[in-house]
Nanobody, 115 residues
Framework: QVQLVESGGGLAQPGGSLRLSCAVS????????VGWYRQAPGKQRELVAN???????NYADSVKGRFTISRDNAGNTVALQMNTLKPEDTAIYYC?????????WGPGTQVTVSS
C-alpha cells in the first residue's frame, strides 16, 4: 500500500505564492507518473500538473507559466510551486501516483486564495 501525504497548503493573497509538497512512501521512479489534481467546491477534480518517469512535465492550461512541478533525486518527494495565485486556484489539492490504471492518492490539502 502506497502512502502519500501532502503538506504546505494554507491561505494566500492573490498574487502570492505557496509551495506544496508530497511525501511518497515508495520510490516515485517506480510509477508511470506522479502529480497533482485539485477539486474546487461544486466542480470535478482536475489535473493540475504531473511529471512522468522520464521527467516530462504536463500542466493544465490554467496554471501554465505560474505553477512548477518538481521531484527530488532521492525519489520520495514531489513538489508544486504555485506563484501568482488567483482566487480561482482555491481548491483541495491532491497528490497522486500512478502505475498503469492504478492511482494512489493523498488525503489532500486545502489551498485558499483570498484577500
Amino acid at each position: 500500500q502506497v502512502q502519500l501525504v501532502e503538506s504546505g497548503g494554507g491561505l494566500a493573497q492573490p498574487g502570492g505564492s505557496l509551495r506544496l509538497s508530497c511525501a511518497v512512501s515508495r520510490n516515485i521512479f517506480d510509477f508511470n507518473d506522479v502529480g497533482w489534481y485539485r477539486q474546487a467546491p461544486g466542480k470535478q477534480r482536475e489535473l493540475v500538473a504531473n511529471i512522468n518517469v522520464g521527467g516530462v512535465t504536463n500542466y493544465a492550461d490554467s496554471v501554465k507559466g505560474r505553477f512548477t512541478i518538481s521531484r527530488d533525486n532521492a525519489g520520495n518527494t514531489v513538489a508544486l510551486q504555485m506563484n501568482t495565485l488567483k482566487p480561482e486556484d482555491t481548491a483541495i489539492y491532491y497528490c497522486y501516483a500512478r502505475i498503469l490504471r492504478r492511482y494512489d492518492w493523498g488525503p489532500g490539502t486545502q489551498v485558499t486564495v483570498s484577500s
